[in-house]
């Protein structure tokens, strides 16, 4: 239990990194609460959806030696968005959720993925679980 507090507060913590050294491509108009709220969404999506995402794509990641993870990653970032917009949090990854799919948003989630994982790294390097 200790190890999910600590995830979902080291994610909420990069979650908040990450909205406010990107305002223009990660959108958040909220309070902490909503951070940490979509902090367990992206738990919650990345423990049960991602794996099995991850096992499908498995012969893909093997072409491509492990860069579709990228890709994986930011389609698990959109799909938070997603579902923290019909929650009511009003998270935005480039132009989406309200917006349909584009480039811009594409390429805002993969860097976003990117970042977040950075973020949550460095973070979890200095706090130990």
Do not use: Q, W
């Not at 507090?5 to 406010?20: D, E, N």
């Not at 994986?72 to 998270?91: E, K, M, P, Q, Y």
């Not at 799919?101 to 130990?128: C, E, H, K």
């Amino acid at each position: 239990m200790r190890g999910f507090v600590v995830s979902t507060a080291v994610t909420a913590v990069a979650f908040f990194i990450l909205v406010k050294l990107f305002p223009t491509m990660f959108g958040y108009d909220g309070e902490v609460v909503g951070l940490v709220v979509i902090a367990v969404i992206f738990g919650i999506v990345n423990g049960v959806i991602g794996p099995i995402v991850r096992l499908l794509a498995l012969p893909v990641r093997l072409m491509t030696l492990g860069l579709i993870g990228f890709v994986i990653n930011a389609a698990l970032l959109l799909l938070t968005a997603f579902i923290a917009d019909l929650v009511g949090f009003s998270f935005t990854v480039g132009d989406f959720p309200p917006d349909l799919l584009t480039a811009d948003t594409l390429i805002a989630a993969v860097l976003g993925a990117i970042i977040l994982s950075v973020i949550s790294s460095v973070i979890r390097f200095a706090i130990p679980d």
